[in-house]
Structures are given as C-alpha cells and as structure tokens.
T-cell receptor, first 116, second 114 residues
Framework: DTGVSQNPRHKITKRGQNVTFRCDPI?????LYWYRQTLGQGPEFLTY????????KSRLLSDRFSAERPKGSFSTLEIQRTEQGDSAMYLC??????????????FGAGTRLSVL | LAKITQPISMDSYEGQEVNITCSHN???????ITWYQQFPSQGPRFIIQ???TKVTNEVAFLFIPADRKSSTLSLPRVSLSDTAVYYC???????????????FGTGTRLLVSP
C-alpha cells in the first residue's frame, strides 16, 4: 500500500457544474477525513467518517456538498452547482483508530479544483 | 475553537537548528498538539505529536510548557530539503473525536539556504 490516493489530481470546471472527487485511504485505516485548503492557509476540516458512518460535518460543508464512504473503504466528495468560491485544494486523510496508536492522519496529495 | 498563531516565515541556513513556536492560548484540556510539514502540491506530512513536556523522534523535538498555551517545534541541523510550510495543529488526540474543533495554524514558511 502506497498511501492515501486521491483522484483526479486536478479538476477544472465551469460554474454551476457538479464535480466528484475520490479518495482511497490506506487499507487498514478505519477513519477518513476531508479537508479544504485555500492558497496560503492551513487545511480546514470538512467531514469525518468512522468506517462507513459520517460522524462529523463542519459548518463549512454547505448543502451543496455531500460525502459518502460506502462499505467503509473509498470515499467520494461531491460538490453540486459549483461556485468560484469552491476553488481550492481538497485533501483527504486517513488514520487508524487504535488504543496505542496516535491519531496521526496520513494525507493524500489532494485534488485541486478550479471553478471558472 | 482554538486560535492558533505562528510566524508567517522564517529563514535559516543548512546545518542550523530551527525553532518554530506556535501560540494556542485557548487549547482545551483534551487537545493534543501536532505538527505537519507540507511541500508544494502535496498533502501535509506528520512530523510529531505531543500533549505536554517534551517529545522527541528521529526528525524533531517538540517542547510544550506546563500551561500548554504554546509549543515549539525544533528541527536540528536543517537541510535544503527542509524548506517547506510547517503547520501547528490543535485537536483531538488518540482515541478521541470532536474533529470539528480541529484547527490548523496558518503555517510557517521555512526557507533553508546553502
């Protein structure tokens, strides 16, 4: 396993279109996170899954955003009716929930979204 | 949410020790402090995590005073490849949730010159 994989790496879309990103976490990790990062800023938490259950969502995750993690494996993040303000890097991370493991999140390289 | 402050940028030379301090005045009792490194067009990469006092690993030291309102990441003998953005993160630790509280700092851009 080579780490967290995100696809596509880059996405250019027109305002109003829908986009979907995919994240494949490290295989034994049961926690999965989505973040958004804009230029010059740190990542901002969007949502968190424990296995297939979406347990937390940020106020940043408007009703145009939806995330799924069917079967507790890969996850998708969909943005409907994209707006120019959605342009950002979308990062996925995963971690292993264990009694002795630190809650270390391993990040993918991200999907850079540009909304024209 | 914790408010996190870091220096915007720092400059250093190869072989020097670099100390980056992060201020997190309203850190919660259960929060841990984690530092990540990020290169352009890559996701953040874990460096070190701690709760209090001093933590060490093969790449860095983390110093956390008793009041936990700040933390200092120490990189001994930096090299050119350490040029990156360093983020301080305050949030849930092992076996914890509450990720809506998780806050990254704005990052410190470290430039290491020959």
């Amino acid at each position: 396993d080579t780490g967290v994989s995100q696809n596509p790496r880059h996405k250019i879309t027109k305002r109003g279109q829908n986009v979907t990103f995919r994240c494949d976490p490290i295989s034994e990790h049961n926690r999965l996170y989505w973040y958004r990062q804009t230029l010059g800023q740190g990542p901002e938490f969007l949502t968190y899954f424990q296995n297939e259950a979406q347990l937390e969502k940020s106020r940043l995750l408007s009703d145009r955003f939806s995330a799924e993690r069917p079967k507790g494996s890969f996850s998708t993040l969909e943005i409907q009716r994209t707006e120019q303000g959605d342009s950002a890097m979308y990062l996925c991370a995963s971690s292993f929930d264990a009694r002795v493991a630190k809650n270390i999140q391993y990040f993918g390289a991200g999907t850079r979204l540009s909304v024209l | 949410l914790a408010k996190i402050t870091q220096p915007i940028s720092m400059d250093s030379y190869e072989g020097q020790e670099v100390n980056i301090t992060c201020s997190h005045n309203n850190i919660a009792t259960n929060d841990y402090i984690t530092w990540y490194q990020q290169f352009p067009s890559q996701g953040p990469r874990f460096i070190i995590q701690g709760y209090k006092t001093k933590v060490t690993n093969e790449v860095a030291f983390l110093f956390i005073p008793a009041d936990r309102k700040s933390s200092t990441l120490s990189l001994p003998r930096v090299s050119l490849s350490d040029t990156a953005v360093y983020y301080c993160l305050v949030g849930p630790g092992p076996m914890s949730t509450g990720f809506q509280k998780l806050v990254f700092g704005t990052g410190t851009r470290l430039l290491v010159s020959p």
